[in-house]
């Protein structure tokens, strides 16, 4: 198991601390899991490691870091749509389905501090998964992120750094203290290994429906969630698990929507976009550095791209809340997305979207 660069291809060692290649490509985990079947799944884990036949994991750090994420329900909201509860989670988030494994590879491998820069689900998960692994941590957030995110950040022991500005400016402010002062940059666009967990959705509702609905509804910032399921697709099209892709509705912002754009202008890179404020903030991503990547794996697979209506999210997470559904607005704006898209292509059943995270998270 080695990194390889995205750009050069060069090969490195998983036991780096380099964030980067130093052509400044991002790394790629050369791993290539057994044929997924669901025999081999560890029935007696109760956390979504009970796959870990099919993740990448360097030794049994994971023990000592779980805390019992994975295995959130399926319920049905009605007689076309599923929804994936991934807000019964530790830290109320799917994040922190990528947030246990990569804090297990930073255990296996000896680091002991880290930081990072998060809209706030991926920094909260980070700083609970260092808590209970006992490693430092340090965690960057833009101005106007959720008080109670921060929060949730500093309770687990972490620092949390607040930067005026932009998401996109806030990343920047972290990766140049990252580099300055040589720490391990516990990043979910990043690290791949943080994708070894988010594939874990999917193993999931295969194990739950026996079967992955034909339609699936995936929000994308950075792409963590996306790049995590298409990984897991695949793995269940190349052991015969599937007969075909399912037909994947990637949402974005209506006010922050460089992939969206990209794709309808046939672009292989994100388009140019100055975001505007939107109250889903967990995916108003301006320059996603895994671009390239998501749009390559869109056109592969015939991905839809949607946006969620900006004056249409605060009635969608209404909506959800009046089925007893109460979510925080990035995760209402998977809702808007599917609505419009049912404008847009019509009736659109046997679809699943992830209700990513939970609404006390984003109550300001």
């Not at 079947?37 to 994991?57: C, I, N, P, T």
């Not at 991934?86 to 255990?107: E, N, Q």
């Not at 687990?156 to 940059?185: M, Q």
């Not at 988010?198 to 699936?216: A, S």
Request: proline residues 5%; glycine residues 8%; hydrophobic residues 40%.
């Amino acid at each position: 198991m080695e990194y390889i660069c995205a750009k050069c291809g060069r090969r490195e060692s998983v036991l780096t601390r380099k964030a980067h290649c130093e052509c400044g490509g991002l790394w790629q985990l050369d791993f290539t899991p057994p044929k997924f079947d669901l025999g081999e799944v560890d029935r007696g884990e109760w956390s979504q490691f009970r796959y870990r036949k099919f993740m990448a994991l360097a030794d049994e750090s994971w023990r000592g870091v779980t805390l019992g994420e994975g295995l959130t329900p399926v319920v049905r909201l009605d007689e076309n749509v599923l929804l994936k509860m991934d807000y019964f989670m530790p830290t109320l988030s799917f994040k922190d389905r990528g947030a246990a494994v990569l804090i297990a590879h930073c255990k296996a491998i000896g680091v002991d501090r880290v930081m990072q820069d998060s809209s706030g689900n991926a920094g909260n998960a980070v700083a609970a998964y260092c808590a209970k692994a006992g490693i430092a941590c340090e965690i960057f957030v833009p101005e106007g992120t959720s008080p109670k995110k921060i929060d949730m950040i500093r309770a687990h022991g972490a620092v949390c750094t607040v930067v005026p500005g932009s998401r996109d400016h806030c990343a920047d402010v972290c990766r140049e203290k990252v580099e300055r002062e040589g720490v391990y940059y516990a990043n979910h666009v990043y690290n791949p290994f943080f994708y070894e967990g988010t594939k874990t959705y999917i193993y999931e509702v295969f194990e739950q429906l026996g079967r992955i609905p034909k339609h699936l509804v995936i929000p994308v910032g950075n792409g963590t969630l996306f790049l995590g399921a298409v990984k897991a697709l695949e793995e269940l099209l190349a052991a015969g698990c599937l007969a075909e892709m399912p037909q994947i509705i990637a949402l974005q912002s209506e006010n922050c929507d460089p992939l969206l754009k990209a794709a309808e202008e046939g672009l292989a890179y994100p388009a140019a976009v100055s975001p505007r404020p939107t109250l889903a903030e967990g995916i108003a991503i301006g320059k996603p550095m895994r671009g390239e990547e998501i749009l390559a794996y869109a056109k592969k697979y015939g991905v839809r791209f949607v946006h969620a209506p900006e004056d249409a999210i605060l009635s969608a997470r209404a909506a959800l809340a009046k089925k007893g559904i109460y979510c925080e607005h990035t995760t209402a704006a998977n809702y808007a997305a599917y609505e419009r898209y049912c404008e847009l292509y019509g009736p659109t059943p046997d679809c699943l979207i992830t209700m990513c995270g939970a609404g006390l998270k984003s109550d300001h």
